[in-house]
């Protein structure tokens, strides 16, 4: 049992090893038509339009919109409430020069 | 010690070394005109707000940025691919120059119209036009930095107005591309003026320029000058900082949505033996002086009609600087004639725009 068991491991680390080791290099077998392809596309762009790398980033981003609206409005209201406050003050002379 | 012990304790200390007090004591007295045409007060401290995002962003987009021939364009596609969420900042720095410079023009054109400048405001409007110059020049330097086709063209063709001056304009043409020619040069010198020269001057003339403002106070619109008894006035100090906070709130949501939905792209790398690319057109701001020299024939009698264009805006330039010096009486009739110029280069203005953009 135990010899099967070590077998089994034995199988199993140098899988992991050798596909560690090319696992590299299988991405890069690529056929010469696919190669020139490659630098066709790698030549200089005309034209860079920039846009989020990922699904990740780019629901970040819209969320970090999101949020910053939201943001903004309740400041906004926050500040709409001061202003009329500090204006009654105002009107009503209760703050002096040095409040 | 407790805490709330030491805070007094700290602020006194400086207090004493600083005099705050003074400070406080001189907010709390300022005060706010308001009548019609109160709006425009508020862009005055939003041309602040952008420029001091453009400060942040910029010195973000210097810690990745090289000023080299070979770099620079490649430093700036890897700000735009690799940099985590450097397109935005690229984007927000790209549009805050547009919004600044774009309240630099509302603010100097509401002055123009309400004939603010008059005295004893005409040093804080010819520190004004200094801060428009170096703001305008600001977009010409930061335009090259990309270093594409299109920025080098137009650097090109922006650097080759100047020699078009009488007596002077080769050598201003020489000293701006730093040779005869745009070259690596040129970017390196575009850069050290970008980053240092510009940010420098801007800053000590800024000094100036608020402090005439808080010293003279807030300008008064013609007319309304000769009954300051009637008109309402609000604190700076919450009333006024309150309301421009809300403003400051808007434009920056407008600036990010701006700056993620439409982000600048980055054209291929310069070539200094290419020939320049088809519709080369400076930024937004140029428009209308690119299509007035665009327009001019190419001689007029004796003299070609570059020079006189050139001549001509020069001359506008300085008429503009010493606006103070030329209408300092509150005559009616004279302030009349300036407001509309004011409009007709309003106009102007916006009609070569969408001309040279329609093109």
Same mark, same amino acid.
């Given at each position: 049992m135990m010899k099967i068991e070590k077998l089994a491991a034995f199988i199993l680390i140098s899988y992991l090893l050798v596909f560690s080791i090319f696992s590299s290099s299988f991405g890069q077998q690529a056929s010469p038509q696919e190669k020139a392809k490659e630098t066709e596309v790698k030549k200089a762009p005309e034209k860079i339009v920039p846009s989020p790398h990922n699904i990740k980033e780019k629901t970040a981003i819209y969320v970090f919109l999101a949020w910053m609206w939201v943001s903004i409005l309740v400041l906004i209201y926050i500040l709409r409430q001061k202003i009329r406050e500090v204006d009654r003050l105002y009107t009503l002379k209760f703050l002096g020069s040095d409040f | 010690m407790k805490i709330k012990n030491l805070l007094p304790g700290i602020g006194a200390w400086l207090e004493e070394r600083f005099g705050f007090r003074g400070l406080s004591r001189f907010l709390n007295e300022k005060r706010v005109p308001q009548h &019609?045409?109160?709006?425009?007060?508020?862009t005055g401290s939003s041309i602040l707000l952008f420029f001091f995002i453009q400060v942040v962003t910029g010195i973000m987009l210097a810690f990745y940025y090289? #000023?080299?021939? @070979? @770099?620079a364009n490649k430093s700036i596609a890897r700000i735009m691919? @690799?940099? %985590?969420?450097g397109w935005i900042i690229r984007s927000v720095h790209f549009w805050s120059s547009s919004f600044m410079i774009a309240l630099v023009l509302f603010h100097m054109t509401s002055i123009w119209i309400i004939k603010s400048y008059r005295k004893p405001r005409e040093l804080t409007w010819m520190s004004g036009v200094f801060l428009l110059i170096l703001t305008l020049f600001f977009g010409f330097t930061g335009y090259?930095? %990309?270093?594409?086709d299109l920025s080098l063209a137009a650097t090109k063709v922006g650097t080759d107005i %100047? &020699?078009?001056? #009488?007596?002077v304009g080769a050598w201003v043409t020489k000293l701006l591309r730093g040779g005869e020619d745009v070259t690596g040069d040129t970017l390196t010198r575009f850069f050290g003026i970008h980053i240092t020269v510009l940010p420098l001057c801007l800053l000590f003339i800024l000094v100036i320029h608020i402090y005439l403002i808080q010293k003279l106070g807030m300008s008064l619109p013609l007319g309304l000058d000769k009954k300051k008894e009637e008109v309402k006035e609000l604190p700076f100090w919450p009333n006024f900082v309150y309301r421009e906070m809300v403003v400051w709130l808007v434009l920056s949501g407008i600036l990010f949505s701006l700056a993620i939905f439409l982000p600048p792209s980055l054209g291929k790398e310069a070539d200094l033996m290419a020939p320049a690319p088809e519709g080369i057109k400076p930024e937004w701001y140029f428009l209308f002086l690119f299509q007035t020299l665009k327009v001019f %024939?190419? &001689?007029?009698l004796l003299v070609t009609g570059d020079t006189l264009a050139v001549s001509l805006l020069l001359l506008a330039g300085i008429l503009f600087f010493f606006l103070p010096l030329i209408d300092y009486r509150p005559e009616e009739r004279k302030g009349k004639v300036i407001t509309f110029i004011a409009y007709f280069f309003i106009i102007y203005a916006v009609v070569m725009t969408v001309w040279s953009l329609v093109q």
């Open positions: - | &019609r045409h109160t709006i425009w007060y508020y090289k #000023p080299t021939i @070979e @770099e691919a @690799e940099v %985590p969420l090259l930095l %990309p270093w594409d %100047p &020699r078009s001056i #009488p007596w %024939p190419s &001689r007029i």
